[in-house]
Nanobody
Framework: VQLVESGGGLVEEGGSLTLSCRASGMITSVFNSGPANWYRQAPGKQRELVASISNGRSGNYSDAVQGRFTVSRDNARKTVYLQMNNLKSEDTGVYYC?????????WGQGTQVTVSS
C-alpha cells in the first residue's frame, strides 16, 4: 500500500496547480475510513497542515490558504486532490498527502511545488 502523489512543479505567482494523491493497493473501505490531509514543508520550517477533508464533509483549511485552495476526494478512485489557485511565493515547499485510516496513517512521498515571484 502506498500513496502516490503527482502534480507538483514550477509555476509563477498567481498561477494554479492541482495535486493528486492516489492510494495504490488499498481497499476502498480502508480509504474511506478516515480523513485525508495535505501538509506542506517549506525550507527550514516545520511541516504544517494546510487542508483536510473527511467523508461527507467540506474541507477545512489553514488561514494561509483559505479561499485559494480546495481539497476534494474521490472515494471510487481512491484519490485525494488539492486544487491550488492564486499561488504565492510563500506556498513554495514539499507537499505531502496523509490518510488516516483504522489500519494506520499513510503518507505520500511528497511533491515539490515551487512558486516563482
Amino acid at each position: 500500500v502506498q500513496l502516490v502523489e503527482s502534480g507538483g512543479g514550477l509555476v509563477e505567482e498567481g498561477g494554479s496547480l492541482t495535486l493528486s494523491c492516489r492510494a495504490s493497493g488499498m481497499i476502498t473501505s480502508v480509504f474511506n475510513s478516515g480523513p485525508a490531509n495535505w501538509y506542506r514543508q517549506a525550507p527550514g520550517k516545520q511541516r504544517e497542515l494546510v487542508a483536510s477533508i473527511s467523508n461527507g464533509r467540506s474541507g477545512n483549511y489553514s488561514d494561509a490558504v483559505q479561499g485559494r485552495f480546495t481539497v476534494s476526494r474521490d472515494n471510487a478512485r481512491k484519490t485525494v486532490y488539492l486544487q491550488m489557485n492564486n499561488l504565492k511565493s510563500e506556498d513554495t515547499g514539499v507537499y505531502y498527502c496523509n490518510l488516516k485510516t483504522w489500519v494506520t496513517d499513510y503518507w505520500g512521498q511528497g511533491t515539490q511545488v515551487t512558486v516563482s515571484s
